[in-house]
């Protein structure tokens, strides 16, 4: 599949509060899928209402947001963002 190159930016939506020996998988896919976009050169915007993640390190990402993950608040960081 070739690359697109009118994709500049984009929003992941971590999982938010997980059920305890399911946080590994959740957390490192996540992280996984943010490294990967970010050597795609692509400015990675992530929302996680779990500060206690791997995700939500500051590295992961180019803006993280912890934020409760309603409709609400992912609209308002699509709005500002414009991923």
Do not use: H
């Not at 990967?36 to 590295?59: C, F, H, K, Q, Y």
């Amino acid at each position: 599949m070739p690359k697109r190159t009118d994709i500049e930016s984009v929003l992941i939506i971590g999982a938010g509060p997980i059920v305890i020996g399911q946080a590994c998988e959740f957390d490192y896919s996540g992280a996984q899928a943010c490294k990967a976009l970010r050597e795609e050169g692509l400015r990675v915007i992530l929302i996680n209402s779990n500060p206690a993640t791997i995700m939500t390190d500051p590295e992961m990402a180019d803006a993280t947001y912890i934020e409760p993950i309603t409709w609400e608040a992912v609209a308002a960081i699509i709005k500002k963002e414009r991923p």
